[in-house]
């Protein structure tokens, strides 16, 4: 595992919007270009491989605008068999 750093940008707007922005930041793990791995990299530079691999971030709002009441709407859903011709 490499150098990975995470900025997280929390912008509030006059409208009330919220907008949450996630940067990641850090060393790229990278290794030189060779063709038989290209099917498993991506290549990020002239010369350079990258690994491939994906960032997560997970959050959870709780803002208790219309008082400190909470609801939960839910709907009952079932599956319907249906022919197709």
């Not at 409208?15 to 290209?38: N, P």
């Not at 997970?58 to 197709?84: Q, R, S, Y």
């Amino acid at each position: 595992m490499l150098n990975s750093d995470y900025v997280w940008d929390m912008v509030f707007y006059p409208s009330g919007a919220i907008e949450d922005k996630f940067h990641a930041t850090g060393y790229i793990s990278s290794a030189f270009l060779f063709v038989a791995a290209q099917r498993r990299r991506n290549q990020v530079g002239e010369h350079t491989l990258g690994t491939i691999h994906t960032h997560s971030a997970h959050c959870k709002v709780d803002l208790d605008v219309g008082g400190l009441e909470n609801w939960v709407w839910a709907e009952n859903m079932a599956f319907v068999p249906t022919a197709i011709p």
